[in-house]
């Protein structure tokens, strides 16, 4: 098999395969947290996309998604990236395939801190510094760049999904910031 | 859905399907370094398998295979660990998730370190210390349980899969036992 | 300089003399915050040490303490393990030397979350499994086994001493089990 | 004590007295390992400095220090970063302080992979990527960019002081590119 032989169309896998093998199997998943870093080369904000639900309700979310056959993570993060941030927002890529956090999502509540009633997925965080100008696209409606007290409020916490309010404070212990 | 309602037989994922997935999606795999501490508690033994491969020659390997739906990492991670090295072997499931290292292994050669003409699999690779007596089962021959020098020896490395080689390398760098 | 040559009486920095030094250079700790396993492998237990502070209040702390001259880390995180914990408390020194978080107590308070009013210090922070019984030694009044939700309860961390509640809630989300 | 009553003169503490204090104190080190990213983002170059040794002989080392009272670990990474790579270098400090690898120097041979006969150090290590142009001052002759396996070749680790060949390899596995 070779690279040139794959097909790299962002269809080739349709809607109800997808659907059919995420109930088959574990999918790959990465996060990137956004950050700001200040003066002092401390990280002072993270970015916390708002996007409008299947119900019509609003919640918040990092950026992420998952990996694609044949696709690195490092190509995912940056993919994923540029789809939730836009392309000016020159994030940088982590140095390290290391994690600072793994996420287990399972459809069925209850059985971690993660939950996604479409999917078992197994995600990889990390850290995702960001320079340029964020414009969210696709479903989101904004970044906000949030101070970490903010990013741990209960009015924020409240409206993550999926549990990922876990992932944001994993994010801020393994930067030395949870308030 | 609830836990109950899934089907956990091994064999539910008959071979023809697992194999058109491996052409689809990533899979999500777990690896565990065998382990046997000193009396100073400092590493300072690596247990590497040693089985036969479809040619017929012999390959070294270390702990590991694919998550399952619904499963998670520790569970896989000692699934494999009984299946690899017996009901006796004592393994010790890992504190955090967080892998030592990330092997991201692809059909295409070099690509990356880590080369499985099977499949795209993304493993997340853990420190298994072990107490008890290892009996290798499968279709494992042996599991040798080599120093830090004979484990990273040209005719060791020479041996190993995959390019589990560099595996075994980053876990002896993360235990500062790399000569 | 050999081995052999070097004094290892517990005395043989005197007070004086090390009063003068944390005043002149950064000292070099060790913190280990105690866990006990569930069944799964999964912490579900954190130790933390009551103690009689100068003032007569009562202050949680963690185990830990300076790295002496010509001694190793693990070397100190057993000694200051036996010492707050006793002699039949059986912890496992960690796997790698890489710890989890790094502390800097500064002498004067804002500078970072830690707070030492006697000293500069660089606090290695390791996670530390305990599994036999524990009897605190010293000033210790006791050793608490608390939840994750007990540990960062308002009710612990305000009797936390030197910001340590940082440590156990940036311990907590490595383990995955912030709550 | 308050920040204003210190006096953060360079001189502050005279060669007699770190002398002294050096066989009383283990010695808190930052090391950075200079690095260059390739457009990919993942890291091919590794830069060493050479410098003249006391004997006259070449020696290769790394970026780093002692980090002095008060004094940050991010604040003494970066003193150092430019006082050994120049003040056009553009370093960017860790995110986290969580380092890659710590390293015990220890002034008796054999105890650990990391000498020194001045002192007992415990060094923090963390890879320091660079996008400006150095030029190495002080006693250093030159900064070279190496590929991973330049870095790692005998003549190169042949060169290295201190046992620092083993940061160098432990930083690569940490990025995933050890040869």
Chains 1, 2, 3, 4 share one sequence.
Request: with cysteine.
């Amino acid at each position: 098999m070779t690279r040139t032989a794959l097909d790299y169309d962002d269809n080739w896998l349709d809607p109800d395969e997808l659907a059919h093998m995420r109930r088959r199997l574990p999918l790959t998943y990465v996060h990137g947290l956004p950050v700001q870093r200040g003066d002092d080369g401390e990280v002072d904000r993270v970015g916390l996309l708002l996007r409008t639900l299947d119900t019509g309700a609003l919640g918040r979310e990092i950026v992420g998604g998952r990996v694609k056959f044949h696709e690195s993570i490092r190509t995912a993060l940056l993919r994923h990236a540029e789809k939730d941030l836009g392309t000016l927002a020159l994030p940088t890529a982590p140095l390290s395939l290391t994690p600072f956090h793994v996420a287990e999502y399972f459809p069925t509540e209850g059985v971690s801190p993660y939950h996604d009633p479409r999917q078992h997925a197994v995600a990889l965080c990390y850290i995702l510094p960001v320079i340029g100008d964020c414009s969210p696209g696709g479903d989101a409606l904004s970044l906000d760049w949030l101070t970490p007290h903010e990013a741990v409020s209960p009015e924020i916490t409240g409206e993550m999904r999926h549990g990922q309010q876990h992932i944001v404070r994993a994010g801020l212990a393994h930067l030395g910031i949870l308030p």
